[in-house]
């Protein structure tokens, strides 16, 4: 049974930058729901995968150091640990895992146009398509079948999980590995990061809600790593059931038992939860009211993420003069559903500012590093992770 535990409000596309502000942009009621039997956590509104996925997708894998450098660290890992013939990528975006592969070894498959291009510029074999049953007839008609697959951030974007699962299960070897990394749920809850909820993560996974999906198909969790990308991920790595060539690690049973102990299998953690989310969202405004008064406050990270506060919390370029960001797809439009203009980044930008809001929460690390002058010369950042507060 589908539970509700919190009501984000009426948000827009988070990806749907526009070149001007738009009062009436189109917006959706942002509800979550937890399912008592299976353990998932979705979203309640559900766009068709057209209106999301669409020929200029804004968001680009190889705009961080952070995120490139764990491409090319996977990739490395893959091929010593699997060593396959031929991977399959679901979700290969802008080629920042495939093209650390020989051209004749993967296939992507990438909805989006302007990115399933940037690949297949590279001379890189990839589908402009939909993950789905059909595609994955074609794939098996010419290529038989896979010995990897991978998707990063991918299959919660789906919201029939039966056909992906069904569709894998279609192209994958006897002896092939399933690897799916997406945010972790346990990590979103214990780091009030409510901002992972969007119209686009239809699905938060966790080892319990994955182990489950899996069932139906035969195939199993045979180990799990802890991430630090996108605010904290796991990444699952799956074979079938019959495949006894890899011993099922105990970090499975670790990682389920965390999330056992935290109480991710129960309605209450999650009713807790919004509460902790609406208390954020008080502490939050009132320390841009306070600052406000006499002090410029800008953005760093015109994420999707940050479309979820601003909408949710109600913060317009009242309080946000603007944002910045490096992504060409997002720089001189405007953040979904609000007045607030993004600029493109530059080392000079942040003279000048006195507060600077990390909607790239998930790359503080990166950004602190870049902008140490800032802080030395007494610049602060704002963040609500995991609670709002200025450092
Ligand atoms: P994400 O949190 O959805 O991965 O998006 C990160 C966004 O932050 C993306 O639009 C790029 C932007 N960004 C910068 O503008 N500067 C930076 O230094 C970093 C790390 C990210």
């Known amino acids: 049974m589908n539970k509700k535990f919190l009501d984000l409000g009426f948000q827009p596309l988070a990806n749907e930058y526009l070149n001007y502000y738009n009062k009436k942009q189109k917006k959706y009621n942002l509800k979550i729901f937890f399912n008592t039997k299976n353990k998932l956590v979705s979203i309640s509104e559900r766009m068709s995968s057209k209106k999301m996925f669409t020929n200029n997708y804004p968001y680009r894998s190889s705009m961080s150091k952070t995120m490139k450098s764990s491409f090319k660290n996977l990739s490395k890992t893959i091929i010593k640990k699997f060593n396959p013939y031929l991977l399959l990528e679901i979700g290969s975006n802008d080629g920042a895992l495939i093209t650390n592969f020989s051209k004749k070894k993967v296939v992507g498959i990438e909805p989006c146009l302007n990115l399933a291009k940037i690949t297949?510029?590279?001379?890189?074999?990839?589908?402009?398509?939909?993950?789905?049953?059909?595609?994955?007839?074609?794939?098996?008609?010419?290529?038989?079948?896979?010995?990897?697959?991978?998707?990063?951030?991918?299959?919660?974007?789906?919201?029939n999980l039966e056909d992906v699962f069904k569709s894998i299960d279609n192209v994958l070897s006897e002896k092939g590995i399933l690897i799916i990394e997406d945010p972790s749920l346990l990590e979103c809850i214990k780091k009030n990061s409510y901002d992972q909820f969007y119209n686009e993560h239809i699905y938060l996974f966790s080892a319990l809600s994955v182990r489950n999906l899996l069932e139906k198909f035969s195939l199993e969790i045979f180990d799990i790593?802890?991430?630090?990308?996108?605010?904290?991920?796991?990444?699952?790595y799956i074979?079938?059931?019959?495949?006894?060539?890899?011993?099922?690690?105990?970090?499975?049973?670790?990682?389920?038992?965390?999330?056992?102990?935290?109480?991710?299998?129960?309605?209450?953690?999650?009713?807790?939860?919004?509460?902790?989310?609406?208390?954020?969202?008080?502490?939050?405004?009132k320390i841009l009211k306070k600052l406000k008064k006499n002090s410029k406050i800008i953005g760093y990270g015109a994420t999707a993420k940050a479309t979820t506060i601003?909408?949710?919390?109600?913060?317009?370029?009242?309080?946000?003069?603007?944002?910045?960001?490096?992504?060409?797809?997002?720089?001189?439009?405007?953040?979904?559903?609000?007045?607030?203009?993004?600029?493109?980044?530059?080392?000079?930008?942040?003279?000048?500012?006195?507060?600077?809001?990390?909607?790239?929460?998930n790359f503080k690390r990166e950004i602190l590093k870049k902008e140490r002058k800032y802080i030395k010369n007494g610049?602060?950042?704002i963040t609500h992770v995991p609670f709002p507060k200025i450092f």
């Open 120 to 159: 297949k510029k590279k001379g890189y074999t990839t589908y402009n398509e939909y993950w789905d049953f059909n595609l994955s007839k074609k794939l098996r008609n010419k290529f038989k079948a896979f010995d990897l697959i991978y998707s990063a951030n991918t299959l919660t974007h789906i919201s």
């Open 310 to 361: 601003l909408n949710y919390c109600r913060i317009d370029n009242n309080y946000i003069d603007f944002f910045v960001d490096t992504t060409p797809e997002k720089i001189n439009k405007f953040m979904p559903g609000k007045n607030i203009k993004i600029i493109k980044y530059n080392k000079k930008v942040l003279n000048k500012i006195d507060y600077v809001f990390l909607g790239a929460w």
């Open 239 to 285: 074979k079938r059931k019959e495949n006894k060539n890899f011993k099922i690690s105990s970090r499975v049973n670790m990682q389920i038992q965390k999330e056992l102990r935290y109480g991710l299998n129960k309605y209450l953690t999650y009713k807790k939860f919004s509460k902790r989310v609406q208390n954020s969202k008080r502490l939050l405004l």
């Open 379 to 381: 610049g602060k950042f």
């Open 225 to 236: 790593k802890n991430l630090e990308t996108h605010g904290g991920s796991l990444r699952y």
